[in-house]
């Protein structure tokens, strides 16, 4: 990943408005920094959310709180609790999608 040219930049994610995003179950809370094509984002995802899609692009994602079911398209699945990550590029392996019966929050940079 190569990030974009920006100023040093402190980030109060708690005066970031939220935007919500439904999931086939559930919703997603996202608050987002967006720096030309960088996304950096804190998500939660409710108790019981299921994507309603699968994702081909690529992400750094950690887990900071709760635990996150990440399932790939081949079928693969792995569970992320606190203090694990993935990585994974754009189109780099099988398309995930992501689920939590628990909750899970989230930062993600993409």
């Known amino acids: 990943m190569k990030l974009p040219a920006s ?3 402190v ?4 005066k970031v408005e939220p935007t919500l995003h439904p999931g086939e179950t ?11 094509d960088l996304r950096v984002r804190m998500v939660e995802y409710s108790p019981g959310y299921l994507a309603d899609h699968w994702c081909d692009r690529g992400h750094v994602l950690y887990v900071l709180q709760g635990e996150l ?4 398209r081949d079928g693969r699945k ?3 609790t606190a203090g694990m990550s993935y990585q994974v590029s754009d189109f780099g392996d099988a398309a995930h999608r992501s689920s939590t019966a628990v909750g899970a929050t989230l930062f993600i940079v993409d």
């Not at 980030?11 to 708690?14: E, G, M, Q, R, V």
């Not at 996202?30 to 720096?35: A, E, H, K, M, P």
């Not at 079911?69 to 790939?72: F, K, V």
Request: net charge negative.
């Open 26 to 36: 559930g919703e997603a809370k996202w608050r987002t920094l967006n720096v030309g």
């Open 78 to 80: 792995f569970k992320l």
């Open 69 to 72: 079911d990440s399932e790939l």
């Open 11 to 14: 980030t109060d994610w708690s």
């Open 7 to 9: 100023p040093f930049t």
